[in-house]
């Protein structure tokens, strides 16, 4: 069975601070998608990064930047220089590549609601 | 990028009444569309897989009868939910998906209200 763990349930940061969010997974997949999605309160679901289990390298796109690290089955994000717009929930998603039609179905995180204050 | 359209974005409906729920990819075919459901403060759990042209893939849980999935063309797909009643408020959402390892689009979410 496949797991996604989002530990932190909430954070708050003030406006300019880093800030990283975790994320633990498990699967028995050997072939597997990781996905962030940012879901700001308007409720829609925007997505942020998609790593497919063969590429570790990390990836900084702006102010965003992921570690992935397959020894320790963990894909964290990074905001640096946070920005009150940043303010949102953040779900971490597990794909397991299927054979047949794509038909692969993501496993959401619990999420983590992040509060940057002005 | 890939854009997928659900319609309405809020619903009221009276309880014991059916609503139809629409997502559309508008500029791909969507082999795959997914069904999700989120209770308030919690996270997305996938309802059903369907696939154009075939019946969905219902997920352990799942009433398949309540919860009719549609998925005629490769742009449209359609969730009805019916004989609602107050714990079936939630918010529902969809997303599309093209090739194999591709991401999914998500629509904009469908908030539905049973009194």
């Known amino acids: 069975a496949q797991k996604v763990t989002q530990a932190q349930t909430e954070i708050s940061v003030v406006e300019k601070e880093d800030v990283t969010l975790d994320c633990v997974y498990e699967?028995?997949?050997?072939?597997?998608?990781l996905f962030w999605y940012k879901q700001p309160p308007s409720g829609e679901l925007v997505f942020l990064i998609r790593r497919n289990s063969f590429d570790e390298q990390n990836e900084i796109s702006g102010r965003y930047s992921w570690n992935f690290q397959k020894s320790t089955s963990s894909f964290n994000f990074t905001i640096t220089a946070s920005q009150v717009v940043d303010s949102a929930v953040y779900f971490c998603a597990l794909s397991e590549a299927q054979s047949n039609f794509g038909n692969e179905k993501l496993t959401f995180g619990t999420g983590t609601r992040l509060t940057i204050i002005p | 990028g890939a854009v997928v359209s659900q319609h309405p974005s809020r619903v009221i409906c009276k309880s014991g009444t059916s609503v139809k729920i629409e997502c559309r990819s508008l500029?791909?075919?969507?082999?795959?569309m997914f069904w999700y459901r989120q209770f308030p403060k919690q996270s997305l759990m996938l309802m059903a897989t369907s696939n154009e042209g075939s019946k969905a893939t219902y997920e352990q849980g799942v009433e398949k009868d309540k919860f009719l999935i549609n998925h005629a063309s490769l742009t449209l797909s359609t969730l009805t939910v019916t004989s609602a009643h107050p714990e079936d408020s939630s918010f529902y959402i969809c997303?599309?998906?093209?090739?194999?390892?591709?991401?999914?689009?998500f629509g904009q979410g469908t908030r539905l209200t049973v009194v």
């Open positions: 500029d791909f075919q969507a082999t795959t």
């Open positions: 699967t028995r997949d050997t072939t597997y998608y």
């Open positions: 997303s599309a998906r093209g090739r194999q390892g591709s991401e999914a689009f």
